[in-house]
């Protein structure tokens, strides 16, 4: 189905936020995805990181869940494109899009809409013991709620966090300077 790290201009795109490549790749390790697991992208906007869930788990199954319109689109769009059949669109805001999907084996989120707790209440108790949560914080209040709620659950998740920055060489005139990309903590627990 080919390797991990589609380059973003691959991806079919609007004005939806897009999880860019090197970012995809870390989050998608931290994830551990195996070729039979049922995987939840929960705030799941253009579809780029179902798309790589869906070819590493081409036995299991992908549900993106997103509740914009153009992002349902885009997702659905995304998934011809690339032609991972194992891959479903689920239009709705999370939690509540969560409560008929299949218990999964990894769950990442990368839009929560203020939900972040709720969202992690309803993946603690679908999450298949030893599976993975994996968020990918932008904000600092995101990471805050992210550990804060992993903290209050230590009996139930180990944890860790990682913040990482991408700088991409950008030539100008007959120079080449870095050009960053904005910060993002990604947090991973695993359930025990």
Known sequence: MGGLGIEDEAFIRGKVPMTKQEIRVLTLVKARI??????????????????????????GHVYAVERNTEGVSLIARNREKFGVSNLTVVEGEAPEALKDLPDCDVAIVGGSGSHLPKILDEISARLKPGGHVVMNCITVQTLAAALEYLRAHETEFSYEAIQVQINRLQAVGAYDM???????????????
């Open 34 to 59: 195996s070729p039979t697991d049922t995987v939840w992208d929960v705030g799941a906007g253009t579809g780029s990181m179902s798309v790589e869930a869906a070819r590493l788990a081409p036995q």
């Open 178 to 192: 870095a050009k960053a990309i904005n910060p993002i903590y990604i947090v991973t627990g695993e359930k025990k």
